[in-house]
């Protein structure tokens, strides 16, 4: 969705997928409660809704609090430092509540369960289980499960029967960027098979399964018996009512993919490609594997393909030896690509990657200045391009029904977020005028249709 700013998930796409289950510890007196937070990127919103029906099949109903919980599952990310301090804030909260009689359990999953880190966090806090992200499926034995067996993560099913849902592809990450921390807690790629992806989507479909969102690190790196990613995202278009994908690598990107999301009625006309910076300097001590003129080619077959379609990024600020020039020359990419939204993200030191060590070290006051000129340059491109777009009659996907205020947030096929005045439920298509737009999001009527 349309949105920029520094404390972005790791990855830009709103969490769907609500809760299938509630319930409050004082009206089920005899059920056991668990409460799972997630934090980070929607690889862990998915990673959450498999432990979340894990938890229901162990007959425990699902808390929002954590005082109502018998367990909490906190579901965490280790991309930037920040993580891991607002992690140690959730457990020394819930050591209290433990001391008070509360909470029972803790678990510790996620990325930071698959790092170092965790074996401190475990002693200071009295974790009862730690999980990385390729054994998360050891939690049915904690939870009374029958053990599990699992070869790789992805032959587990999403969300079924939900409006929405992801479905994972590929698991890990052949790449080594200097900054990302991804590739140690994640592991290599592994691809999922063609076919069981195609049974997944069949049987969401089939249970009622409206928007799949294919899901992975480099999605579009995904590569099977021959087969290549192209092929897969055309087979899924064919039986998806609606689809998208992210997040993709530039350096994988094929054009015959991006033509695909330009002529493919049901793939939704929005890409998420990230750039991290708009120097070719940069983008090698980075590792990134291309150069800016290859991106900006990317976008220029993407913007034929699909002129309507939104274009988002992430960019990466003040990583090591950043100068004024490099800063520039992504200043000038900002221009060029027009981009519909970014996720801008100061860099951030994570042990164990190569940029913790790096010389260069550009100063706070120099990021934060850098963050916010790219942030305007971006800010500015959206609002333009958003402006075009009023006026217009769109088909709108609903995402959330609506709030007190009475709109509903959906999407249009080009992949633009809408707040619209709607009670329609989400899943269900309306169709509305757009009356205005801000540099985020358009804002419609009613529907008409
Ligand atoms: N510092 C800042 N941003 C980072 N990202 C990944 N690692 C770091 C880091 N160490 C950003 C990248 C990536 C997004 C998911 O998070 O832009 O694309
Ligand atoms: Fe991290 Fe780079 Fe892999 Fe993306 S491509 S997950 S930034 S190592």
């Not at 994972?168 to 200097?178: A, F, K, P, V």
Request: hydrophobic letters at 35%.
């Amino acid at each position: 969705m349309s949105s920029t700013t520094n404390e972005a998930p790791t990855a830009p796409i709103p969490l769907l997928g609500k809760p299938k289950q509630q319930g409050r510890k004082g009206a089920s007196s005899v059920g056991k409660t668990a409460c799972i937070r997630t934090f980070g990127c929607q690889m862990n919103v998915h990673d959450s809704d498999r432990m979340r029906r894990m938890i229901q099949d162990a007959g425990y109903a699902e808390v929002q609090r954590y005082e109502d919980a018998d367990l909490v599952i906190l579901n965490t990310c280790y991309v930037r430092e920040n993580a891991v301090d607002r992690v140690r804030g959730h457990l020394g909260e819930l050591n209290r509540l433990r001391r008070e009689g509360r909470v029972k359990k803790v678990a510790l999953t996620g990325c930071i369960g698959a790092a170092e880190e965790s074996t401190r966090l475990r002693e200071t806090y009295n974790i009862d289980l730690v999980l990385g992200t390729h054994n998360t499926y050891e939690l049915a034995e904690f939870v009374g499960l029958p053990t599990m067996r699992e070869t790789y993560t992805p032959e587990l099913p999403g969300t079924e029967g939900e409006h929405s849902a992801f479905v994972t592809i590929m698991t890990g990450c052949n790449y080594q960027c200097s900054y990302c921390i991804v590739p140690t807690v994640r592991g290599r790629m592994i691809c999922r098979p063609l076919g069981s992806v195609i049974e997944e989507v069949e049987n969401l479909v089939a249970g009622g399964t409206e928007y799949l969102t294919l899901l992975g690190q480099t999605v579009d790196a995904w590569r099977h018996e021959g087969k290549r990613f192209c092929d897969l995202l055309e087979a899924v278009s064919e039986v998806a009512p609606r689809v998208w994908f992210t997040t993709s690598h530039p350096s994988n990107m094929e054009d015959r993919t991006l033509r695909a999301i330009g002529e493919r009625e049901t793939i939704v006309k929005r890409l998420h490609l990230p750039v991290q910076s708009g120097s070719d300097r940069m983008l090698k001590i980075m590792h990134r594997g291309y150069k800016a003129e290859r991106y900006r080619r990317k976008i220029e077959v993407f913007r034929e393909a699909a002129p309507d379609g939104t274009l988002s990024t992430d960019i990466i600020v003040g990583h090591p030896g950043e100068t004024e020039e490099d800063h520039e020359r992504t200043l000038e990419l900002v221009e060029d690509c027009e981009f519909d939204s970014a996720y801008i993200f100061k860099f951030s030191p994570r042990r164990g990657t190569e940029a913790a060590e790096a010389p260069g070290t550009v100063p706070d006051a120099v990021v934060g200045r850098r963050f916010l000129e790219v942030l305007r340059a971006v800010e500015q491109n959206a609002f333009r391009r958003n402006q075009r777009k009023v006026g217009g009659v769109e088909e709108i996907f609903i995402r959330h029904g609506a709030t007190e205020d009475g709109k509903a947030i959906g999407e249009t096929w080009s992949g633009h977020a809408v707040h619209v005045d709607t009670d329609a439920a989400p899943g269900s298509y309306v169709t509305a005028k757009v009356e205005s737009a801000g540099p985020h999001v358009l804002y419609a009527g009613a529907p008409t249709g």
